[in-house]
T-cell receptor, first 112, second 114 residues
Framework: AQSVTQPDIHITVSEGASLELRCNYSYGATPYLFWYVQSPGQGLQLLLKYFSGDTLVQGIKGFEAEFKRSQSSFNLRKPSVHWSDAAEYFCAVVGATNKLIFGTGTLLAVQP | DTGVSQDPRHKITKRGQNVTFRCDPISEHNRLYWYRQTLGQGPEFLTYFQNEAQLEKSRLLSDRFSAERPKGSFSTLEIQRTEQGDSAMYLC????????????FGSGTQLSVL
């Protein structure tokens, strides 16, 4: 069965520091992968997605992610974090039944 | 384009009561999804409509849950005889024929069952 693992439940970084959020997926075929962000009391907003082609994907708000098939990973990165980036981040994969399967999320806190 | 709207934003009810939530998708979107999100978890798929047809239901959707999308526009999700385990955020999302490639989520309805 398809699944997504986000190993880090909670991460704290200083403003201006770099960020990497980890995501590992389990899926036999070529996966469709997504990163979403959710601010408190809000719905999910799509940051970026990977379907095929270039394995380094650029998204909104200065985020990028790299698909690594050999490691079954799709980690999210940002070179310099802003206080407004504090939120919960979800990795997701489209499974065989054409549904989004989400990870459990990583809660990002940003220290001034 | 006003985005996906959900109503109410919050609902507090007593165990055993029925509740109904509404979702208004983006107007030209023919696909509509319901997800449930509990504390500390990612959203879980509940059901999916294409126009007015309910094409798929998760095993999470017990007999107490029913969803409709009359005329292929807004959708309602009803929970009968609510239980404390139903407490969660219920998220609606919509998309065009591009499907999951471009999915827009509403802000959700937070249900608390006392």
């Amino acid at each position: 069965a398809q699944s997504v693992t986000q190993p880090d439940i909670h991460i704290t970084v200083s403003e201006g520091a770099s960020l990497e959020l980890r995501c590992n997926y389990s899926y036999g075929a070529t996966p469709y992968l997504f990163w979403y962000v959710q601010s408190p009391g809000q719905g999910l907003q799509l940051l970026l997605k990977y379907f095929s082609g270039d394995t380094l994907v650029q998204g909104i708000k200065g985020f990028e992610a790299e698909f690594k098939r050999s490691q079954s990973s799709f980690n999210l990165r940002k070179p310099s974090v802003h206080w407004s980036d504090a939120a919960e981040y979800f990795c997701a994969v489209v499974g065989a039944t054409n549904k989004l399967i989400f990870g459990t999320g990583t809660l990002l806190a940003v220290q001034p | 384009d006003t985005g996906v709207s959900q109503d109410p934003r919050h609902k507090i009810t007593k165990r055993g009561q029925n509740v109904t939530f509404r979702c208004d998708p983006i107007s030209e979107h023919n696909r509509l999804y319901w997800y449930r999100q509990t504390l500390g978890q990612g959203p879980e798929f509940l059901t999916y409509f294409q126009n007015e047809a309910q094409l798929e239901k998760s095993r999470l959707l017990s007999d107490r849950f029913s969803a409709e999308r009359p005329k292929g526009s807004f959708s309602t999700l009803e929970i009968q005889r609510t239980e404390q385990g139903d407490s969660a955020m219920y998220l609606c999302a919509s998309s065009s024929d591009r499907g999951l490639e471009k999915l827009f989520f509403g802000s959700g309805t937070q249900l608390s069952v006392l």
